[in-house]
């Protein structure tokens, strides 16, 4: 040990990172190997962010420092972004330290394993929770909340929310779970909490109120608040202290919000490209670089760039099944590129699509979503068993999640539903449920109860036993899920009714739910009335007692379309047109002697008048037909 590397830690204070390097340095050149002078350097470098430094000092150091820098290299190899590298560091740590498993917990959440994040968490001890515990683990809900796994609450009084990071970590959350107003409360108390903050400098706070402004744009623009989106906008100050990805989704927010009323899609593409373009180069988490991708791909698609589209989304295809929107949006953008934008070639398109790719989850949904619109349910369940077919071949583990995902069993069921095929529709939701069973997950609990619920309509014996198993598989998860106890009491009724009898003791009664209710209270307030509309009263009834009889009903007149009032009609109006006095046939003098011969019936024969011989009178007979001169002619030949 150098006795000067001692004397100048012993001087040194908290803030002297430069100072404990060089007197580091100065120890290093008496003495190559020594220990403490090889680590104390390597955690003055990471003091002073220069992580690369730090790395190259642990590989100059030799295995011994290797061992005895575990953490420090794990955390230098987080912050440069070799997560897998930093995991398998952290892995082999023998002492598993708060510390270590904090660091475990930000490597996890950076590479977007949130649910091992969330199980580094749980595994503090839950009597000793911090503010940076609390912190850790809403930021992480929040992440597993738009991947569409995690609780669908988190138990925390909004009121003792004292730090302005739980509040806006609580906020996220709740925008993960689609609650924005809630969200936006808690933004407006992250705000408050930040600006009324001691502990930070102005320039501080105004670095930390980026993220809760850039997150009030994002609420207000989903709330359909546009201008109150680009006044919040407006008030954003980036600063060097900013991250660049904060700064990158700032900066195209703006370019949106800003371009929202342009209507040359050209214009609008080429504000936005650059902007995307910058982006897309930062730590950005998959969901948000998947939003900023498709929002490309969208624009393309108003320029009619379709084969670029349709070849990104194809690739994204081929990555296999997956059940993440963010995956799955590219799906119907290929599609859309597909068919050139066509609505009558989608269905056709998205069909030719499928067969070539029946495993793709995102075009599966696509065609059905289609095939529904046009009511097609048969040809959207075929879709749909082709789909399933195609993962239960493959049998592997990632195929078959795909397979039994909660929203993609929801999609069955409401089809089945929709086709009169409510058997079928439970025997899905028992093959899920039973699925989940053997592979326990956060993001299958809604879909456990709401599985198990259906089971218990069943009159047959082998659906009440996975029942009973369903809810006994929630119970283990969650002690206090009250839901989880009753369906298990419901399950066991038939068929073990002691064991039914002793867990019934532990729901709450009737009495115990009910005993806050003033019954009294709710008797002495009445029925609340519906409000009195403005129009469509009824006539009060007449005061007269006496019979009234019964009103005729007015007959309407039906007077000709070109009546005029005080105009005398015409007296000839009821004779035929030819017989008016008015009448003038077209064709002057030729055509009224042709009118004349003509008559208003059928065709008249002509006829003559015979004089009797002696006086006796006069008779009409039939004229003969007249012979055409043709007819008169000898023809040639004839006798």
Known sequence: MAPSLVASLKAATIDDHGDILDAANAALKSSKSDSLALQTRVIALIKLDRYEDALRAVAEGGDSLKAQCIVETAYALYKTGQLDEA???????????????????????????FEDAWNVYNGFDDTNEDGDLIINKLAVLAQLGWQGKGSDDYAIDVKSIVAFEVAYNLACFNVSKGNLLTALQLLQLARRLCDQSDDLSDEEKQSELVPILVQQVYVYSRLGLSDKALEIQKLLTLTDDCGDDTKALAKTNSIILSSSDVTNPFLARRSIESSIHEAKGQKLFEYQFAALRQLQLVLDLAV??????????????????????????????????????SPEKALATAAALFSKRSHDAGLALTLIQLSSQTGQTASAINYLETFFK??????????????????????????????????????????????WQKHPGASARSLLVEAGLELLKSDKEEDLKLASETFTSLMSSSANNEMASAGLVAALASSDEDKAKALATDIPTAKALTKSIDAQALLDAGVAANPKTACGTKRAAPSTSAPSAPAKKRRHRKLPANYEEGKQPDPERWLPLRDRSTYRPKGGKKGKKKAEALTQGGVVKGEETLELVGGAGAVKVEKAPQVSGAAKKKKKGRK
């Open 87 to 113: 995991a398998k560091m952290i892995a082999a740590a023998a002492n598993k330290t708060d510390a270590v498993k904090h660091l475990d917990g930000q490597i996890a959440y950076r590479a977007e394993r």
């Open 304 to 341: 009619q760039k379709f084969k670029g589209s349709q070849n990104i989304a194809k690739e994204v295809s081929l990555t296999g099944p997956d059940a993440s929107a963010a995956v799955n949006g590219f799906a119907p953008i290929g599609v859309a590129a597909a068919s050139w934008m």
């Open 390 to 435: 195609s993962l239960e071949t493959a049998a592997d583990d990632k195929s078959l999640k795909v397979r039994y995902a909660p929203g993609i069993v929801a999609v069955a069921v409401s089809l089945y539903n929709l086709a009169g095929r409510s058997h079928v529709a439970r025997a899905e939701l028992g093959k899920a449920a039973a699925f």
